[in-house]
């Protein structure tokens, strides 16, 4: 069954938005300002599901792509789609989600770097089978096979090609230093191979200490949580830090190895905590700040430890729903909340808004160019008695 379907606007995740009888159709590669002919895939008494078969007009906004697996890998479902606009929808996508699940009405500001739209990745988890190696195909644990990726920063790049000629398989995380040859890969099976080719590979049956190397005075650290851009990381860096100049004490949740905080340990007290060994380990022998190894149910301790000049939290995808309620009576002079979900980041500041804050910013940050996915800084302040 085919259906002529405009696209008026873009999902959370990335879909493109038409109606079809009255009822909402999610169409993947859709763009605001497509008139297409789609198949429906799925169709149920809400809402249906279609694949473009036509692009009767295209959109404005829709450009070509120069990439041999487009639209076959799931890895980067918005690199037909132009700039300005793009980041445009995701300042937009941010607003909608406030709207629908916090009620309030935002402000979304955008922040980009138009040179680091491609070629700007350096941490990827490659997935091989039977010879072919590149990312899952989306909706799917197919394996597209890619010799090298458009987003995918050189030294990365490189890595894939080196690890293509390998006899292995399975799921392999790779993370490439952007100004040297180290490259961490991580696996969950140690192998013998990989260490022939990346003399810094490990696995979780390795014991001893984690190979690591220093950027912006901050430990990388193989096997933890990094950006997926050590150079667009800077951005998120810069950013968050420009509002924690006036802050004597900062209480870092969720923090790595330190990455938005320890180069302020300086000019201020920084204590992190984060559930990840490794990274606190690595945090704390720099000898700046106090780290703790400790999950969000230690976190209400710290929290109500002492005043703080600052909070700052980087929650992982699910939010932080789980300590929101001691961050409301946290005697801070203010929040500085990182979020990959708009959606979970929406739902927290409800919650927040309950007490004795207010937002002073909201703005989405481009961390993931060409994609549907984009990091988001709220900034809250408390409101004086």
């Known amino acids: ?47 249906c599901r279609g694949i473009i078969k036509k692009i009767i007009t295209p959109s404005p906004d829709r450009k070509a792509v120069d990439c041999p697996v487009f639209e076959k890998c799931g890895g980067c479902s918005w690199l037909h789609f132009d700039y300005p606009s793009q980041l445009e929808w995701k300042q937009k996508i941010i607003k909608i989600c406030f709207d629908k699940l916090a009620k309030i009405d935002v402000d979304v500001k955008g922040l980009e770097n138009p040179e680091l739209r491609t070629g700007y990745r350096t941490r990827a988890t490659f997935k091989g089978e039977n010879g072919r190696w590149g990312f899952y195909a989306a909706q799917s644990h197919e394996v597209v096979d890619i010799e090298e990726c458009p987003l995918c920063h050189p030294n990365l790049n490189a890595a894939l090609k080196t690890l293509r000629q390998t006899p292995l398989g399975g799921e392999i995380e790779v993370l490439a230093d952007p100004d040297s040859d180290n490259v961490l890969v991580w696996t969950e099976e140690a192998s013998e191979e990989l260490q022939e080719d990346f003399p810094m590979a490990q696995s979780l049956e390795d014991e001893g200490p984690r190979h690591q190397f220093m950027r912006d005075g901050v430990p990388v650290v193989n096997g933890t949580f990094n950006q997926s851009s050590l150079d667009l990381n800077r951005m998120l860096v810069d950013h968050v830090q420009s509002f924690l100049q006036d802050a004597d004490s900062i209480l870092d949740l969720y923090c790595g190895s330190g990455n938005l905080t320890l180069a302020l340990a300086e000019q201020a007290t920084v204590v992190g905590l984060d559930k990840n060994g490794p990274a606190i380990q690595a945090a704390d022998q720099t000898e700046r700040g106090e780290f703790h190894i400790g999950n969000d149910k230690a976190f209400p301790e710290f929290i109500n430890r002492q005043r703080w000049g600052a909070i700052v939290l980087d929650p992982p ?30 739902r927290d500041t409800a919650t927040l808004l309950k007490g004795n804050w207010e937002i002073n910013s909201v703005t989405a940050l481009d961390m993931f160019p060409n994609t549907a996915h984009v990091e988001t800084v709220c900034v809250f302040d408390k409101i004086n008695a």
């Open 317 to 346: 995808r699910i939010g932080a729903k789980v300590i929101m309620e001691s961050l409301i009576d946290a005697d801070a002079d203010r929040i500085v909340y990182v979020s990959c979900d708009p959606a979970t980041l929406a």
């Open 1 to 47: 069954m085919f259906e002529e379907v405009t696209i008026v606007r873009l999902a959370h995740g990335g879909d493109g938005i038409g109606d079809i009888d009255g009822k909402i159709c999610f169409v993947p590669y859709g763009l605001p300002g497509d008139v297409v002919e789609v198949k429906l895939v799925k169709n149920t008494k809400k809402y």
